[in-house]
């Protein structure tokens, strides 16, 4: 079992900066798959950017070029840099891990789905005023 628990949230003005945390504890695994979601009032649950075990990064294209996900060398904690924010940035934002699995036909980020992802935390509201 993986406890996840985000940080970092806040309100900015547009164009500003905010890092998000993910600080994981429990069992971890060498073979994961960590993401950022988020969920803005009206709209879906989007995938925002997706790292795995060898550094290999995802994002979504609303936020490529303005968001980095990373994670310390350590691998406990999962980073969200979001630089240039905008508006429709606004969203309760959450991180969540995904176990990759040979057997399963899991072999990277882009193979798993929302459902896939079976560690969550309880999220942060980012809000990005105009």
């Known amino acids: 079992q993986v406890e996840l628990v985000e940080s970092g949230g806040g309100s900015v003005q547009a164009g500003g900066s905010l890092r998000l945390s993910c600080a994981a504890s429990g069992h971890t695994y060498s073979n994961y798959c960590m993401g950022w979601f988020r969920q803005a009032p009206g709209k879906e649950r989007e995938g925002v950017a997706y790292i795995d075990a060898y550094g290999s990064t995802n994002y979504a294209s609303s936020v490529k070029g303005r968001f980095t996900i990373s994670q310390e060398n350590a691998k406990n904690t999962l980073y969200l840099q979001m630089n240039s924010l905008k508006p429709e940035d606004t969203a309760m934002y959450y991180c969540?891990?995904?176990?990759?699995?040979?057997?399963?036909?899991?072999?990277?980020?882009?193979?798993?789905?929302?459902?896939?992802?079976?560690?969550w935390g309880q999220g942060t509201q980012v809000t990005v005023s105009s």
């Open positions: 969540a891990a995904g176990r990759l699995s040979w057997w399963a036909g899991l072999y990277a980020c882009s193979d798993l789905g929302s459902a896939d992802f079976a560690y």
